[in-house]
């Protein structure tokens, strides 16, 4: 079955850079969500889309932004790259808002 | 304010026994609650979900259990395998106000199976 891709699987950028990551939802699911996860901690909600429209936003930080396309891919732009930006990044889909399946990730490396 | 808690950070148990993960929430408008087991540097997949209006739901080797007095959720899973071992994480939405069914995770659990 098709799951939820996410590339790049790994990204290294330097300070001050951008960074932009993709997600390709599970065909037929409505809802693309985008979590943060860092060292040692639990996944923290980023931002999600319902019908390519944003529906909520969590602690996201102003430098970012997401949008999701026609075809219902996502994207998120993040510029002015800090260290501690360094995580893994998940993306999810979920078909009517009923629970979340998860992509590989994306680990971003900032130096 | 950590609104989805794990309180156990790991759990260690024999090849074979039972095992029981447990998370504990405070947000009363959770009413949908899954469990996530997450390799590392993957991400996390799905095991199993229950919404508030069950109090048990079982898939082979995997049953959540649901006290909502207590805002209190468990996951069984018997018997344990080796294959087991990894990070289980519970998270929990609100589907009645319609957010988008938004996962907020807890802290995890670091589950260790012993051949």
């Known amino acids: 079955a098709a799951g939820v891709i996410q590339s790049p699987r790994h990204l290294i950028k330097e300070k001050r850079e951008t960074a932009t990551l993709k997600c390709y939802p599970i065909p037929r699911h409505d809802t693309v969500y985008w979590y943060q996860q860092g060292p040692g901690q639990d996944p923290q909600f980023l931002i999600s889309?319902?019908?390519?429209?944003?529906?909520d936003k969590g602690s996201i930080p102003d430098r970012f932004s997401a949008q999701q396309f026609s075809d219902y891919h996502s994207e998120l732009n993040m510029s002015s790259l800090e260290l501690g930006d360094s995580a893994l990044y998940f993306c999810?889909?979920?078909?009517?808002?009923?629970?979340?399946?998860f992509g590989q990730g994306t680990r971003l490396t900032v130096v | 304010d950590q609104q989805v808690k794990q309180n156990s950070p790991s759990l260690s148990v024999q090849e074979g026994r039972i095992s029981i993960l447990n998370c504990d929430y405070t947000n009363s408008m959770f009413d949908y609650f899954l469990w996530y087991k997450k390799y590392p540097a993957e991400g996390p997949t799905f095991l199993i979900s229950i919404s508030s209006i069950k109090d048990k739901n079982e898939d082979g080797r995997f049953t959540v259990f649901l006290n909502k007095s207590a805002k209190h959720l468990s996951l069984h899973i018997v018997p344990s395998q080796p294959g087991d071992s990894a990070v289980y994480f519970c998270?929990?939405?609100?589907?009645?106000?319609?957010?988008?069914?938004?996962?907020?995770f807890g802290q995890g659990t670091t589950l260790q199976v012993k051949p």
């Open positions: 998270a929990a939405s609100a589907q009645r106000s319609r957010n988008t069914g938004k996962l907020i």
């Open positions: 999810a889909s979920s078909a009517r808002g009923f629970g979340a399946f």
């Open positions: 889309f319902y019908e390519k429209m944003q529906s």
